[in-house]
């Protein structure tokens, strides 16, 4: 079983649409949380990084930790056609840098 | 402020060739991590240096290494290229080790075909 599971999707949402992403680990000294979105030929681009449980907000974006179920999720309102990218999660321990990532959920936002 | 700079973008070799691919952190970060990227294993750590200095290393054969100059620029090397070492290889930088604030941002990658 991998240390963190991540649908692969594809997932095909309409334009406007609110999307859900989510993983969930196995690992309980992960504390640090991070989303990050690849374009084709793209290196991950951070979207959001948030510690230990909680929200964050930015703009579309809401990153969701909830350690005592070891799930984390990732909300897009009012999706655009360019949020058309695999999503990434990743995770890493404190005092490591090493991260560990889900295996991506290709999202698709059609107009 | 310039992103990650990986060089070259594609690189084609041969099966018991080597190479060496080059990684310019942003201007300020100490840290540089290696990741490399198959359609069949995802992302995975290859190793991470700080100061010059190795601080983490993933779970991969000898034949991959790095090291990092006072500059903070990284180089890896993967010596004995076999077929399987066909992946995207991504470097990473943050600003340093242990810093929760500070979360790593990645370049383009280079594309590595082994044939």
């Known amino acids: 079983q991998k240390e963190v599971e991540q649908d692969p999707g594809p997932l095909s949402v309409p334009e406007g649409a609110i999307v859900s992403l989510n993983c969930t680990y196995s690992?309980?000294?992960?504390?640090?949380f991070m989303w990050y979105r690849q374009y084709s030929r793209k290196g991950p681009e951070l979207l959001m990084y948030?510690?230990?449980?909680g929200n964050k907000e930015d703009g579309r974006f809401t990153a969701q930790v909830d350690k005592s179920s070891k799930y984390i999720s990732l909300f897009i309102r009012d999706s655009q056609p360019s949020d058309s990218a695999t999503y990434l999660c990743?995770?890493?321990?404190?005092?490591?840098?090493?991260?560990?990532f889900g295996s991506g959920t290709r999202l698709q936002v059609q107009p | 402020k310039a992103g990650v700079t990986q060089t070259p973008r594609y690189l084609i070799k041969t099966r018991g060739q080597q190479v060496t691919l080059s990684c310019s952190p942003i201007?300020?970060?100490?840290?540089v991590s290696w990741y490399q990227q198959t359609p069949g294993q995802g992302l995975q750590f290859l190793f991470e240096?700080?100061?010059?200095?190795?601080?983490n290393k993933g779970n991969f054969p000898g034949r991959f290494s790095g090291r990092q100059f006072s500059n903070s620029r990284s180089e890896m090397n993967v010596s004995t290229l076999e077929l399987g070492d066909s992946a995207l290889y991504l470097c990473?930088?943050?600003?340093?080790?242990?810093?929760?604030?500070?979360?790593?941002?990645f370049g383009n990658g280079t594309r590595l075909t082994v044939t």
């Open positions: 990473a930088s943050s600003l340093g080790t242990g810093r929760a604030d500070s979360p790593l941002h």
């Open positions: 690992n309980s000294a992960f504390q640090y």
């Open positions: 948030t510690y230990s449980s």
């Open positions: 990743a995770m890493s321990e404190t005092g490591r840098r090493a991260l560990t």
């Open positions: 201007s300020g970060h100490r840290s």
């Open positions: 240096y700080f100061s010059e200095t190795q601080r």
